[in-house]
Nanobody, 125 residues
Framework: QVQLVESGGGLVQAGGSLRLSCAAS????????MGWFRQAPGKEREFVAA????????YYADSVKGRFSISKDNALNTVNLQMNSLKPEDTAVYYC??????????????????WGQGTQVTVSS
């Protein structure tokens, strides 16, 4: 059974940093790419970042490029999202996700079949 458990969210002032972690289990983690998405109140879930199975390739939404960094630890079965220079518009619930298959490294919700429960990130101005 696939399980994804996020942690690390919280309240931070604008300009601050947070590090989100996602612990994965129930599938061969090293052969899958992974992704992070977020959803703000009243908005659709949107792509934030993705990383290839080996961690050698990373992809970012334009809104977070240069501020966020995704990493993958295949020994610990974790995927992390380091968020720096946070802005109030980064406020959302952040979700870790696993793609539908081992060849997909997607940027859309439909590319992903498994989701964590989410962790709240709130950035105050």
């Amino acid at each position: 059974q696939v399980q994804l458990v996020e942690s690390g969210g919280g309240l931070v002032q604008a300009g601050g940093s947070l590090r989100l972690s996602c612990a994965a289990s129930g599938f061969p983690f090293r052969v899958y790419a992974m992704g992070w998405f977020r959803q703000a109140p009243g908005k659709e879930r949107e792509f934030v970042a993705a990383i290839s199975r080996s961690g050698s390739d990373t992809y970012y939404a334009d809104s977070v490029k240069g501020r966020f960094s995704i990493s993958k630890d295949n020994a610990l079965n974790t995927v992390n999202l380091q968020m720096n220079s946070l802005k109030p518009e980064d406020t959302a619930v952040y979700y870790c996700a696993r793609p539908r298959d081992i060849v997909t490294v997607g940027r859309t919700v439909l590319d992903y079949a498994h989701w964590g429960q989410g962790t709240q990130v709130t950035v105050s101005s």
